[in-house]
């Protein structure tokens, strides 16, 4: 379809557009079927097509303008539907009054309200007409009108995958806004509990929830959280992907097809990240005297203490049995503490059912370390745990000396260098103090892992406590919903001293999208380490610091089951 704009000699100052649709008949050649010519003006993309009848043939339209010398100046909107073979007429003809010839005009077809109808969207100047073809009426009726806006043509595309096309136009303000017809879904579900992890350093594993009546699902992957494209399709509810670079972040969305359904895509999942990297293997077990062993991993940890029962220990002629207690020590390293000093000799200690910092398996290998112990007695620290809002309930392996233990300056409670106020030490058991800490003490799921360091303290048979992982113990806290999640500092101010702000009191898998308040998205961050709160740079996601102003916030998580819990949003402000 092309058309074309002349004068007639009869008419010299009145333009004519030529509207000409050509067929192909053969290998780069076509013939004229028809033509048909209009006393208006044509300019920019204004030449659409569509089915504008639901009848399942394709329709076409023309947006054409008066001539400028015109006392009264419109846009015309010339629908044309065809007949029979090669032969069109017109449907209908709309004009929109006021148009202005300096201003621009657009025309575009698309079906926005999925009905198998596209309508014809107009931009005449500053006002914007979504225009459907009435059949009872025989002629097209403004369905949605909006002002101030200056298009010189739109987009039409389902950018969020929920099955309905949005409208992208510029308004007179020269800023790009999106909108869409609120419509129920009526496409197949979304696959839910979308996992993905690194298997090794060359291949990802993928899978989620089958969807009843789904054909296949698609893969969408990105290099970001953003710009997401179709991948690969699978017909199983699990995926593969070898096509990665090692030391890499990877983004990936799922959607079900079901061929059968009008609506045959779902909308996309919530996106999972994976970060390639070699699988963890345990590569060391140093034990220490006095019952410790110190495992370290070829790849980071997480913060999140495993069950004692995913460490066995075996051999010397012993039955298998698991550890007493176990800490982080370090990033890469478990610092695991044992029920009783173990009779000398060589074991082997096996992990299995872990993850890694990122999410992946780790192997199951097994490693062996040596019990090597001298008759020498060892006095650590043995549990640590909150027991009420500003007191820790700290158990030693070994009845405390009462002089030691009370002195308030041998404890230190980081990371907020929380004082300790009094030591009280239980009547029934010897073994086991508690610490009243001060009053304004911040101590919950605010991102932080807390370290108890005790120093200077004596059992009370005379053992100094051991120096190093037996006088420390680490503490973290999560929680179970979204209520009472919070920022800080907020306001935040340049004048912090730090470059971050804190997402605080939030599940051990949250996900937290950032705006700014003209609802430009800038960036998606994730808790997953189990520390109940999340750290953000105050960058967006291509590395730019954010401006002065007021951001806003929207967080979804799930809980300790691995069920959604409600969804939170606010506000928070950035002050340099």
Not at 13 to 32: A, H, K, L, M, Q
Not at 183 to 188: D, E, Q, S, V
Not at 260 to 266: G, I, K, Y
Not at 305 to 319: A, T
């Amino acid at each position: 379809m092309f058309s074309n704009i002349f004068y007639s000699p009869s008419a010299p100052g009145f333009p004519i557009t030529c509207v000409s649709i050509f067929e192909n008949v053969s290998d780069n050649n076509y013939r004229r079927v028809f033509i048909d010519s209009i006393f208006r003006f044509i300019k920019g993309d204004n030449i659409v097509s569509g089915d504008f009848n639901g009848d399942g043939k394709k329709d076409f339209a023309l947006g054409v303008i008066s001539n400028s010398s015109d006392f009264i100046q419109y846009y015309s909107l010339y629908a044309y539907t065809s007949t029979a073979d090669d032969s069109y007429e017109i449907m209908d003809i709309t004009d929109i009054y006021n148009y202005k010839d300096y201003t621009i005009t657009s025309t575009m077809a698309a079906d926005v309200d999925n009905d198998g109808m596209d309508e014809v969207m107009v931009n005449v100047g500053t006002l914007f007409y979504i225009l459907k073809f009435n059949n009872s009426l025989n002629r097209f009726t403004p369905v949605y009108y909006r002002e101030g806006i200056n298009s010189f043509n739109q987009i039409a595309f389902d950018f969020d995958g929920n099955g309905v096309k949005e409208i992208g136009v510029n308004t007179a303000e020269d800023s790009l806004i999106f909108f869409e017809k609120e419509i129920a879904f009526t496409g197949p579900a979304t696959p839910l509990n979308l996992i993905g992890y690194s298997l090794d350093s060359n291949s990802v594993f993928l899978s989620f929830e089958p969807v009843a009546g789904a054909d296949r699902y698609r893969i969408y992957k990105s290099d970001s959280s953003m710009s997401f494209v179709l991948y690969d399709s699978v017909n199983g509810n699990n995926y593969t992907d070898a096509n990665i670079i090692n030391r890499k972040n990877y983004f990936y969305k799922v959607s079900s097809v079901d061929d059968q359904n009008p609506v045959r895509e779902s909308m996309l999942s919530d996106p999972v990240n994976v970060y390639i990297h070699n699988k963890s293997k345990l590569i060391s077990a140093d034990y220490s005297a006095g019952g410790f062993i110190v495992l370290k991993y070829s790849e980071r940890i997480p913060t999140l203490i495993p069950n004692l029962e995913s460490f066995v220990i075996s051999g010397n002629s012993e039955p298998p049995f698991n550890p007493k207690n176990i800490t982080v020590k370090s990033n890469y390293e478990y610092f695991l503490t044992l029920n009783s000093i173990p009779a000398n000799g060589i074991y082997n200690i096996k992990a299995s059912g872990l993850s890694d910092f990122y999410g992946s398996p780790a192997d199951s290998n097994s490693i062996s370390f040596t019990v090597q112990e001298a008759d020498s007695q060892k006095f650590y620290l043995a549990k640590l745990e909150l027991s009420g809002e500003n007191r820790l309930t700290v158990e030693f392996n070994l009845e405390v000396d009462s002089v030691s233990v009370k002195n308030i300056t041998n404890y230190k409670f980081e990371p907020f260098n929380i004082s300790v106020t009094s030591v009280t030490i239980d009547n029934s058991d010897r073994r086991k103090v508690y610490l009243d800490l001060e009053k304004r003490s911040v101590i919950g799921a605010t991102g932080k892992n807390y370290i108890m360091k005790i120093s200077n303290i004596f059992s009370s048979g005379g053992i100094k406590i051991t120096e190093g992982a037996g006088s420390s113990f680490g503490l973290i806290f999560n929680k179970e919903n979204l209520d009472e999640m919070y920022v800080y500092p907020n306001p935040y101010s340049i004048n912090n001293g730090q470059d971050y702000i804190t997402f605080a009191n939030i599940t051990r898998n949250t996900s937290i999208e950032i705006y700014d308040l003209k609802g430009k998205f800038l960036i998606t961050i994730s808790e997953t380490d189990g520390n109940g709160g999340v750290e953000w740079n105050l960058k967006d996601g291509g590395g730019n610091s954010v401006p002065t102003g007021i951001y806003i916030y929207r967080a979804t998580g799930k809980n300790s089951d691995g069920n959604d819990v409600e969804e939170k949003t606010g506000k928070f402000a950035v002050v340099k």
